[in-house]
């Protein structure tokens, strides 16, 4: 008897299956995708929490329907058919990012439209790197702001257009004490200065340190509601930190900080050491 009720339960279920088309699996991967980058946008930080408390409210629901608890059951309904347009408003920022990052210019340029080369990012992190090792030394305060996939061209309006090829010397002289654009933050566009003196967005994460000043917070602020890789040299402590996805990265050394922006803007890193050291030893 329990043998005749599996095999009918397999043909019903393979029956179910088999009625399944392209259109109901692109329908589950497109709202598969969509909860992904929601839960990506609010990881590890302090929006997750909100999340924690709206499956609290939907495990409340369900119990006062199986306890038969009418009163909390009516009042959770209540607060569920409210559900959308509390989730708009708290995910606000969130989802302006989502939707900035699916219709950004960029990244359809990665279809039709150049790109910088590897060697040319690897030759503008070499300069920054350099530029911001030299600048901690001098206790120089410091904040650049690499664009990525999502373009940074309202952040770029408030600051002064540069438009320049990045050096060393030019991000010095930009950062160097009591020059007017030495407050703001500079936006690198490929190989290029878009602007400088800009306005970042602070921070809301009530869990940041105390001991953060205005330009780590405007750092963590700028990687929270884009993908750009901010850098910040502190000129209280003399120290080189990295933001990325609203998380900071401090007190890195030369060559951690290196290897970060290696990763994160060109990726595959130890496979360019690897050749490096090839053609190194073909040299000798």
Request: glycine letters at 8%; one cysteine or more; a positive charge.
């Amino acid at each position: 008897m329990r043998g005749e009720i599996m095999v009918n339960w397999l043909l019903r279920l393979w029956s179910d299956f088999r009625t399944i088309g392209i259109g109901d699996i692109l329908d589950v991967l497109v709202i598969a995708f969509v909860i992904y980058r929601l839960l990506s946008s609010v990881r590890k930080t302090s929006t997750g929490n909100v999340i924690k408390g709206i499956v609290v409210i939907v495990a409340v629901l369900i119990l006062s329907t199986l306890f038969h608890l009418n009163v909390v059951n009516y009042l959770m309904g209540q607060v569920m058919q409210m559900a959308v347009v509390i989730l708009i408003i708290l995910f606000q920022p969130e989802l302006r990012r989502l939707l900035e990052q699916a219709g950004n210019t960029n990244r359809l340029g990665l279809l039709f439209g150049p790109r910088a080369s590897a060697g040319d990012t690897e030759a503008v992190i070499d300069t920054v790197v350099t530029a911001f090792s030299d600048m901690a030394k001098t206790r120089t305060g410091a904040l650049l702001v690499f664009e990525r996939n999502l373009g940074l061209g309202d952040y770029a309006a408030t600051g002064t257009q540069v438009n320049a090829i990045i050096t060393s010397e030019l991000l010095k002289s930009i950062f160097f004490p009591n020059t007017p654009l030495h407050d703001g933050a500079v936006l690198v566009q490929g190989n290029r200065i878009l602007a400088a003196g800009c306005m970042l967005p602070m921070s809301s994460n009530p869990a940041l340190s105390r001991d953060l000043g205005m330009r780590h917070k405007a750092g963590i602020g700028m990687s929270e509601r884009s993908d750009a890789v901010v850098v910040i040299a502190s000129e209280e402590t003399g120290t080189i930190s990295v933001a990325i996805d609203g998380m900071l990265k401090r007190r890195l050394d030369t060559e951690t900080f290196r290897t970060l922006l290696l990763q994160e803007l060109v990726g595959d890193t130890d496979g360019r050491r690897k050749s490096r050291r090839r053609s190194g030893k073909a040299k000798l």
